[in-house]
């Protein structure tokens, strides 16, 4: 095999990480590099530059995979072992230069590292320790670490990823335990939802009230996950019931949703499309009501149902709830504030501050808020109150932003 440059195998294996959805560094603990001590910050701002792909991803991190060699062959995966794609493997020096020159540039403010399977789950995930290891211990780098952890590897190595990252992931991968199965038959549902479950113990133990003082100090940031969307027929009823399961059993950070993308040479099984972006789109709006808003997924969809895509879940969830509507911002609690379409925490928080001093109208909510127009059914302020509006017949076509033309280029 031709050996390749750097720069070749950083194209290759950055493009090959384009797949992981990752990028969120908030909760970890807060180191920084003051006094010329160590190299890097997890502290957000200074120096730290922030890029987004066009698919509005965000790619702050260095993110890239040790290699995109993969003993496995999962049908969904361009790396898959089947696959003619061509590969490329760093070494951990490699990525280690790589990640501490980027940050001195501040191209990046920490590392996203995945991989796939060389040899055995074991060795890569000890190589991916190695890389985190010689950050930490040699480069004595203090920014931010996502590692991907491979599930099937051994307890004792995911717990070292855990305490030389700031969060970890495993991949539950597909909505369905009968789609793993058939799709990624290497992998092992039960064993993931294991590999999970260990992180979540190991989490909580360093977060035990005792030791509150010091920073915990395992995957302080937590743990994700990543579920492909649109490979099976799952329907989003059904994936949000497994986000809901998934924050509930092992305290998740986030669910990311990756709109599955068609490989060449790939199974019939396959869809040949890719699912509409604003899919994924919706379910992080959906997953975030849950997270935030305090919705019940039961409340937001049933579980055979598809999220609406012309309309977010909140406008939906209100069009088919006007009974409780409209709600006075005067004298509302909270919670049912959150609830109301168009408004978020920021301007529901701002709003009862406000309303300490002086009854909202409708001006004042105009300015706390992006869109007054869409608000309008479902408020009543000092000076408004919709009238017959909230129950119109053609309300849903009022509030429904016209369809936009998709750019051709
Ligand atoms: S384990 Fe499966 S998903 Fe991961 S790189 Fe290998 S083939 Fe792809």
């Not at 696959?83 to 493997?89: G, I, K, L, W």
């Not at 294991?194 to 113990?201: C, D, I, N, W």
């Not at 993308?261 to 396959?270: E, F, G, V």
């Not at 105009?366 to 869109?371: D, S």
């Amino acid at each position: 095999m031709a050996t390749l440059d750097l720069k070749r195998k950083l194209a290759i294996l950055s493009d090959a990480a384009k797949y992981d959805a990752s990028c969120a560094s908030s909760g970890g603990t807060k180191r920084d590099s003051l006094g010329g001590k160590g190299v890097g910050s997890v502290d957000g701002g200074m120096g730290i530059c922030h890029a987004y792909a066009p698919d509005g991803r965000c790619i702050s991190l260095l993110k890239i995979l040790l290699t995109n060699f993969c003993v496995y062959d999962c049908a969904y995966c361009v790396n898959r072992v089947s696959s003619n794609t061509q590969r490329a493997r760093f070494s951990v020096d490699e990525v280690c230069d790589l990640t501490i020159g980027f940050y001195k540039r501040n191209y990046i403010e920490g590392l996203f590292l995945s991989s796939g399977i060389i040899r055995s789950a074991d060795y890569t995930m000890e190589e991916m320790v190695r890389v985190a290891r010689t950050l930490r211990e040699v480069h004595d780098f203090r920014g931010y670490i996502h590692l991907k952890v491979i599930p099937e590897a051994a307890p004792r190595l995911v717990n070292q990823a855990a305490l030389y990252a700031d969060r970890v992931s495993i991949n539950v991968e597909l909505p369905r335990d009968a789609s793993l199965a058939a799709l990624a038959p290497e992998k092992d549902a039960g064993g993931i939802r294991k590999a999970m479950g260990a992180v979540r113990l190991g989490v909580d133990a360093g977060q035990e009230k005792g030791r509150k003082a010091r920073p915990p100090k395992y995957a302080p940031a937590g743990q994700s996950t990543q579920m492909i969307v649109g490979a099976d027929d799952a329907p989003d009823g059904e994936i949000l019931k497994r986000s809901e399961r998934l924050y509930g059993a092992y305290k998740l950070k986030r669910v990311y949703y990756s709109a599955f993308s068609p490989i060449p040479d790939s199974t019939a099984r396959l869809p040949l499309a890719r699912p509409p972006l604003v899919r994924e789109h919706r379910l992080y709006q959906a997953d975030w009501l849950m997270r935030f808003y305090g919705f019940d997924r039961a409340e937001i969809i049933g579980e055979t149902e598809d999220l609406e895509l012309a309309i977010d879940p909140k406008l939906a969830w209100a069009l088919r709830n006007r009974g409780d509507f409209p709600l006075d911002l005067n004298t509302a609690e909270r919670e049912r504030m959150l609830r109301v379409p168009g408004l978020g925490v920021r301007s529901v928080d701002k709003m009862i501050e406000v309303r300490r001093f002086k009854a909202l109208r409708l001006e004042d909510v105009k300015r706390l808020t992006r869109g007054i127009e869409k608000l309008k059914p479902f408020i009543v302020t000092a000076d408004w109150t919709p009238g017959a509006l909230t129950d119109a017949a053609d309300l849903r076509e009022r509030v429904t932003p016209p369809p936009q033309q998709q750019s051709l280029f």
